[in-house]
C-alpha cells in the first residue's frame, strides 16, 4: 500500500524466513537484522526528519533497542505496533535507557498505530497506519493518540514487561 503512495519501502525483520523479497515485492529493500541497528554498507544507516518508521518485531527486546535507536533521529512518524500496555512498557524502558523524560518519548511516537478506522486484519491494520503516516506527514493529524505520561503510569501498574520477553514466552519460537 505505502508504494501505492509513491513511499520509499524498507522492510527491515529479525526474522529470515519472513525477510524475503517475494513476501515484500513492492519494497525497494528487505534487509534482516536482529540487533537493533541497521547497516546499509558502512556505519549505521541516518534517518530524516522525512522518513516514517514502524517499529514491531515480535520481540519486546528487539522492540526496545529499536526505539531507542531510532527516537534520537526524529523521524517524521515513528510508530509502535502493539498493544497500549506493551508500549506503555517500552516507553518507560527507553525513556529510562536514553535518559529522557517520559513526555519527551511520547512526543516522538504514535502508539498504538493507526487511525481508529475499524475493521479487522493485516490490509486494515495497514490501511490505518498509512492513514496515519499520511495525516501526519501532511499536517493533518491529531493527538488522540498519542501517549501520554499518565497514560504510561497507569498501564505500568498493571505489571511488568516480564509477560512480553521472549525468555518467558514459550510459544515465541513459533
Given at each position: 500500500?505505502?508504494?501505492?503512495?509513491?513511499?520509499?519501502?524498507?522492510?527491515?525483520?529479525?526474522?529470515?524466513q519472513?525477510?524475503?523479497?517475494e513476501?515484500?515485492?513492492?519494497?525497494?529493500?528487505?534487509l534482516?537484522?536482529?540487533?537493533?541497528?541497521?547497516?546499509?554498507?558502512?556505519?549505521?544507516w541516518?534517518?530524516?526528519?522525512r522518513?516514517?518508521?514502524i517499529?514491531?518485531?515480535?520481540?519486546y527486546?528487539?522492540?526496545?533497542?529499536?526505539?531507542?535507536?531510532?527516537?534520537?533521529q526524529?523521524?517524521?512518524?515513528?510508530?509502535?505496533?502493539?498493544?497500549?500496555?506493551?508500549s506503555?512498557?517500552?516507553?518507560?524502558?527507553?525513556?529510562?535507557r536514553?535518559?529522557?523524560?517520559i513526555?519527551r518519548?511520547?512526543?516522538?511516537?504514535?502508539?498504538?498505530?493507526?487511525?481508529d478506522?475499524?475493521g479487522?486484519?493485516?490490509?486494515?491494520?495497514?490501511?490505518?497506519t498509512?492513514?496515519?503516516?499520511?495525516?501526519?506527514?501532511?499536517?493533518k493529524l491529531?493527538?488522540?493518540?498519542?501517549?501520554?505520561?499518565?497514560?504510561?503510569?497507569?498501564?505500568?501498574?498493571?505489571?511488568?514487561a516480564?509477560?512480553y520477553?521472549?525468555?518467558?514466552?514459550p510459544?515465541?519460537?513459533?
Amino acid at each position: 500500500m505505502a508504494s501505492l503512495l509513491g513511499w520509499t519501502v524498507i522492510v527491515i525483520d529479525g526474522r529470515a524466513q519472513w525477510a524475503t523479497p517475494e513476501r515484500f515485492p513492492e519494497a525497494e529493500r528487505v534487509l534482516t537484522t536482529s540487533s537493533g541497528v541497521w547497516t546499509l554498507g558502512p556505519g549505521p544507516w541516518p534517518l530524516s526528519s522525512r522518513d516514517a518508521v514502524i517499529v514491531m518485531t515480535h520481540s519486546y527486546e528487539q522492540d526496545r533497542a529499536w526505539l531507542t535507536a531510532v527516537l534520537p533521529q526524529n523521524p517524521r512518524y515513528l510508530g509502535l505496533l502493539g498493544s497500549r500496555h506493551r508500549s506503555a512498557l517500552l516507553v518507560s524502558e527507553v525513556a529510562a535507557r536514553l535518559d529522557w523524560p517520559i513526555d519527551r518519548v511520547c512526543e516522538g511516537l504514535f502508539a498504538p498505530i493507526g487511525l481508529d478506522l475499524g475493521g479487522d486484519g493485516a490490509e486494515a491494520i495497514a490501511l490505518a497506519t498509512l492513514a496515519e503516516i499520511q495525516a501526519c506527514i501532511e499536517g493533518k493529524l491529531g493527538t488522540s493518540r498519542r501517549m501520554t505520561p499518565e497514560l504510561i503510569a497507569q498501564q505500568l501498574t498493571k505489571g511488568g514487561a516480564s509477560q512480553y520477553l521472549q525468555a518467558q514466552c514459550p510459544l515465541a519460537s513459533i
